[in-house]
């Protein structure tokens, strides 16, 4: 009879033993898998580099001398997410090798501003800014010039250094 309650108490003794291993693994499973995006959000995303080149067009396919929209598809990153985005731009090929490429964002608000070939100028449909094919402002609460962006060329190639600008102030600064 003591040895049978001796063998019930080893068993329940080693079932406890058991669970508080098997209880502790999986709090800390738990922990690893909601911890490390926990951590990852309070750190935010990483500070975005000022390099971010991304391919927009074969030089042969622009016409000369004229803006041009184009759009670029391009992969952004949200805190640990990566989603495809589409970037908007603003080209004028002024010969084979000299480009000027400008955000599509307007300085003042943040709209998108808009080639108007009847006028020959950029415009924003939210307050009025207008701006000249080279981006100078013409007229509007603008605060500066149309943004411009780092243009590369290889082998016929260009690409754009994507960057977004603070707006509603005189200093193109980097956001
Ligand atoms: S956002 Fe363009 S004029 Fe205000």
Redesign the pocket.
């Given at each position: 009879m003591e040895d049978l309650k001796s063998s019930v108490t080893t068993n329940e003794s080693s079932r406890r033993q058991f669970m508080i291993w098997a209880t502790g693994i999986l709090a800390a499973v738990c922990g690893v898998v909601v911890g490390i995006p926990l951590v990852g959000s309070f750190i935010g995303p990483r500070k975005a580099s000022s390099d971010h080149w991304i391919r927009v067009a074969d030089l042969k396919d622009l016409p000369a001398g004229r803006p041009v929209g184009l759009t670029a598809t391009d992969m952004e990153a949200d805190a640990y997410l990566q989603e495809s985005v589409v970037r908007r731009l603003w080209v004028i090929k002024h010969s084979d090798n000299v480009v000027t490429a400008f955000s599509p964002t307007?300085?003042?608000?943040?709209?998108q501003?808009n080639w108007n070939a009847a006028s020959g100028h950029f415009e924003?449909?939210?307050?009025?800014?207008v701006y000249s094919p080279d981006g100078k402002v013409l007229g509007?609460?603008?605060p500066r010039p149309l943004d411009t962006l780092a243009t590369r060329i290889d082998q016929g190639s260009l690409s754009i250094n994507w960057q977004r600008f603070r707006?509603g102030i005189a200093r193109k600064i980097p956001v």
């Open positions: 307007c300085p003042h608000l943040g709209c501003v924003c449909p939210c307050h009025g800014s509007g609460p603008a707006s």
